[in-house]
Structure formats: structure tokens, C-alpha cells
């Protein structure tokens, strides 16, 4: 009796070392991407707004580039921004982080408006949002890992091993590996943005804005290149605004999405509504064909 519960014991052990292993190999063959820690300032369940637009005005001149344009952020959503060229896509941009002040209104971030900051303190704001340009502003002059490694030596680490380390993790994020020490020319333009996107997440953003992320591209590298950019949003708890005339693009990476028109935001609404809508104007921007407003007859 003794030796048969002896061999039963023995034999659920076995049992749960196979299981073990076996889970194990499931769990790393899974594995697609880098993880990170969990960050329990994202992990709340409540909508908190991380930057706001309030009665925005923005003129160049005599153009009226934004009238009245009010907008509100939350942490974890993506907002794409669509729009005619003109329309003001990318001076909002620069607007949310501070680059340009509003000629009338309120830029909120946290519900702390940037009116009231001076220089200093919006450049410690501009140290939690990072832009990706429209050409990716990649230095030339340095290659894929030292080009990304720029932002975190600008912040003061010396650490080698600890820049090493992220620089490694980063290249491994936008699928990159074993492509650090190419130079410039020897990328193409859909890598450049690769890695303008690495170095733009390198210091933990959180919040980053994206000025046209796939313009240059054909069409299979800009629907890349949209996947990439969710599957970094959601790996980096990242709060994304997406300005792009790509509609594949606003497809694949956002959740919300306003279309600006005359200076003020004549759509809002999820991929849903948009696509369904049957306002006139909004039809001909799907469609991508030329909008002819009537003029109203005289009262």
C-alpha cells in the first residue's frame, strides 16, 4: 500500500513538472513584444483628462487658423485629427505642447493651463509629451542606436549600461533588432520613422503627438508602420494624438476622431459615427473627393 502511494506521488510530480515546462514554452512562444512593468498611475479605472483646449483662438495674420475649438484628452485614448491641408491639424499640435501660445483660450495639461507656465516650467511639460515630426528629424550625423540614446543622455544619464539596456529594449519595441549601428543612409524612409518613434518613447513619455507619421510611405510600410504605432501605445500606456490625411492609418490607431474645418472641429465622434455619417462634407472627405459647398440663398 505504502509502495503504490509512493508511485502515485511520484507520478503526480511528474505530471506537474510537464505541465510546468509545457506552460512555460506556451508562454514564451506567445510572446511577440517586449513587456514592461505595470504602472499603477495607468492602471485606474477613472477617465482623467490629461490636456484640454478651452475657447481656443489662433490666428497667423489676417487667417483664422482655429475659432473657438474646444477639446478634451483623456489618458489612454487615441485621438486621430484629420483634415484639408490648412485646416490646422499641426498647429494644434504645437499648441498641446506648448510650442505656440493661443491667441485667445486655454491649453490645459493635467488641468494646469500652459498660459500661466513660463519657459522652464513648459520645458518640464514638454519633458512627459514627445512629437514625432512630420520627416522624422533624424540626426544624420549619428547612427540608429546613438540617435536614439540622444534624448536619454540629454536627460543626464551616464549610466551606459542602463542606456544600452533601453536602447536595447527600444530597437526590440519598433522591430529593429540588430540595426543599431546602421548609419542614416543607409535607412529607408519607413526605418527612419522607426526610429524617430524609438526616440520619442525613449524617455517614458506620457503623452506623444504624431505629425503625419506616415506620409512618404506606400501603402504596406504606412499600414506597418499604423500597427506599430498601436502596438506601442498599448504596450507604453501611451495617450497618442495622430494628425494624418492617411485614413488606413486612423483606422488602425485610433479611437476617437475629429475633423477640423473653417477653424473649428466640424466632426467628433468614434470610427463609427464617422464612417457612417451622412454630413455632405464629411462623405467627401471619406470618399476623398472635392466638396462644393452651395451658397444660401439670399433671405
Known amino acids: 500500500m505504502l509502495f503504490k502511494l509512493l508511485i502515485a506521488v511520484i507520478f503526480l510530480v511528474y505530471i506537474a513538472i510537464l505541465a510546468t515546462m509545457m506552460a512555460r514554452r506556451i508562454w514564451h512562444h506567445g510572446r511577440s513584444e517586449p513587456t514592461r512593468p505595470a504602472h499603477p498611475e495607468f492602471d485606474r479605472k477613472e477617465e482623467e483628462v490629461l490636456l ?46 506648448g510650442l505656440l501660445k493661443p491667441d485667445q483660450g486655454e491649453v490645459l495639461f493635467k488641468g494646469k493651463s500652459l498660459n ?7 520645458l518640464e511639460i514638454r519633458k512627459r509629451v514627445s512629437y514625432v515630426f512630420q520627416g522624422g528629424a533624424f540626426f544624420d550625423f549619428l547612427d540608429v542606436k546613438e540617435n536614439i540614446a540622444y534624448p536619454l543622455r540629454e536627460r543626464g544619464i551616464t549610466d551606459e549600461t ?7 529594449y527600444l530597437l526590440e519595441a519598433v522591430e529593429m533588432e ?9 535607412l529607408s524612409l519607413g526605418l527612419k520613422k522607426q526610429v524617430a518613434i524609438a526616440r ?18 506606400d501603402p ?3 499600414k506597418s508602420l499604423s500597427r506599430l504605432i498601436r502596438k506601442l501605445n498599448d504596450q507604453e500606456h501611451l495617450t497618442a494624438v495622430v494628425v494624418t490625411h492617411d ?10 476622431i475629429i475633423l477640423l474645418k473653417d477653424g473649428i472641429i466640424y466632426f467628433e465622434g468614434d ?29
Request: net charge negative.
Open 162 to 168: 542602463k542606456i544600452e539596456q533601453r536602447v536595447s
Open 200 to 217: 520619442a518613447i525613449a524617455n517614458d513619455p506620457e503623452i506623444i503627438l504624431y505629425d503625419e507619421p506616415t506620409t512618404g510611405v
Open 116 to 122: 500661466e507656465l513660463d519657459e522652464s516650467e513648459l
Open 178 to 186: 540588430g540595426l543599431g549601428d546602421l548609419e542614416y543612409d543607409k
Open 52 to 97: 484640454e483646449l478651452r475657447h481656443v483662438y489662433k490666428s497667423f495674420g489676417d487667417v483664422v487658423v482655429l475659432s473657438d475649438v474646444n477639446l478634451r484628452i483623456r489618458r489612454g485614448e487615441s485621438l486621430g485629427v484629420l483634415g484639408k491641408s490648412g485646416s490646422g491639424k499641426s498647429v494644434l499640435l504645437k499648441l498641446l505642447v
Open 220 to 222: 504596406i510600410i504606412g
Open 271 to 299: 470610427q463609427e459615427a464617422f464612417h457612417s455619417s451622412r454630413d455632405p462634407f464629411v462623405k467627401a472627405f471619406i470618399a476623398g473627393t472635392r466638396f462644393e459647398e452651395v451658397p444660401r440663398p439670399a433671405a
Open 247 to 256: 485614413l488606413k492609418c486612423l483606422e488602425i490607431v485610433s479611437d476617437r
